[in-house]
């Protein structure tokens, strides 16, 4: 079978994470444990995961020219990422990101996006060779939003499956979401995204429906120990968590994002596709590190198999 082809058009920065017993408040100093540098960003963790699932993965992305961009060149060399589109520049640093994690998984994150915010419309014109040679184009908003748009436009003009996984959430034009197909929030950026506060209390499904009104044709809500609702025309579904041991949660979003596309990519319908992301998040929650934490197919395929006969034993 043919390697399916995914273009991620996204954000590349070093995390450095710590753990503490408590997340800190304001002008409290506490002594952490498990310091970890690592590469992090939401658009090269993707391709990472594409990657590791058997897909031809691609990422477009600035980086600069410090010591931190090694750590993407070396990344992408060990995990077969196509960097052709990955490129320096000279006016800003290599994005970075400070992770505090606390005793239950949960996490704080301030970024410093650095040359990921030069990206731009004619940075993604310039890969549209290999766009349009893929089965999906993703893309992220850790990148400015003119290149999060024309990375679905063109995903769309050459007949890709677009996904926009809006994080970090902020308020977009609605024309940015007639190109998305599938458009795949978590549940505080689904509200952003309607200008609504993170922690609005209204119902997810009411609120998914309301962006499906704004021109948005697939909703793939994240539900984190819940799972995933789905939200088309045809379809109002709930997709169960596959339960894990959960040692950090940072990584789950971009491993459900990674599975989703690979699978879809793969022609698989979108509840399959969901299930196979929700198990890639699964997985990503039971190890410490976004990187380390990303499934391989073996892995991803072996808990699908299992969730098929326990979790989801009843067909959505």
Known sequence: MTKP???IVGSFAVGLTMRAPKLPIFGETMLGTDFDMGPGGKGSNQSVGSA??????????????????????????AEGVDTKFVLTRT???????????????????????????????????AAESRIAGSDVVMTVLEVPTEAASRAME???????????????????????FASVDYLTPNESELRILLGLPA????????????????????????????????????????VPAVPVEVVDTTGAGDA???????????????????????????????KLGVIPGLPDRASADAMYARALETTWKEKP
């Open 199 to 238: 922690d609005d209390p209204r119902s997810s499904r009411e609120l998914a429906g309301e962006l499906r009104r704004r021109g948005v044709k697939n909703v793939v809500v994240t539900l984190g120990r819940a799972g995933a609702l789905i939200l088309t025309d045809d379809l109002d579904v709930m």
């Open 5 to 7: 082809n995914i273009t």
């Open 91 to 125: 006016e800003r640093a290599t994005g970075v990101g400070f992770i505090i994690l606390n005793d239950k998984g949960e996490n704080f994150i301030i970024l410093d996006m650095g040359a990921n915010e030069l990206l731009d419309a004619g940075a993604v014109d």
């Open 52 to 77: 590791r699932l058997g897909a031809s993965s691609g990422l477009v992305a600035y980086i600069g020219t410090d010591k931190l961009a090694g750590i993407a060149t070396d990344l992408y060399a």
């Open 256 to 286: 459900f994002n990674s599975g989703f596309a690979v699978a879809l990519a793969e022609g698989r319908d979108i509840v399959d596709a969901v299930r196979f992301g929700v198990v890639c998040g699964g997985i990503a929650c039971t």
């Open 154 to 176: 063109l995903g769309r003009k050459h007949g890709a499956r677009t996904i926009l996984n809006p994080a970090p959430a902020r308020a977009l034009p609605n024309s940015i």
